[in-house]
């Protein structure tokens, strides 16, 4: 099992920035994938950003240039650093973290309690 702690999130204006923060603990494995997905009002859940444990990054088309998400691989914790907001990122961000196999067979799947973002017009 992987325990996922969100922190950080809140409310901001329109083109503010913040930044939220994921620390993953348990049965941490070394090939993994730790990133963000949000799920705004009446939306489905939708990828923001991953990070792999060999640093590959994948961002969704509407964060890119201006969220950038990173890790601390000694702290397994994960950050996502918006900036430029606006009100369509509105939503409550989840924290996920995938655990694969050597043969990067999906093993693992976890998700935090989310943490809300509100950006206000």
């Known amino acids: 099992q992987v325990q996922l702690v969100e922190s950080g999130g809140g409310l901001v204006q329109a083109g503010g920035s913040l930044r939220v923060s994921c620390a993953a603990s348990?049965?941490?494995?070394?090939?993994?994938?730790m990133g963000w997905y949000r799920q705004g009002p009446g939306k489905q859940r939708e990828l923001v950003a991953t990070?792999?444990?060999?640093?590959?990054?994948n961002y969704a088309d509407s964060v890119k240039g201006r969220f950038t998400i990173s890790r601390d691989r000694a702290k397994n914790t994960v950050y996502l650093q918006m900036d430029s907001l606006n009100p369509d990122d509105t939503g409550v961000y989840y924290c996920?973290?995938?655990?694969?196999?050597?043969?990067?067979?999906?093993?693992?799947?976890?998700w935090g309690q989310g943490t809300q973002v509100t950006v206000s017009s």
């Open positions: 990070i792999t444990s060999s640093g590959r990054v």
């Open positions: 996920n973290y995938k655990s694969f196999t050597p043969f990067m067979k999906l093993f693992g799947d976890y």
């Open positions: 348990g049965s941490i494995v070394s090939i993994n994938e």
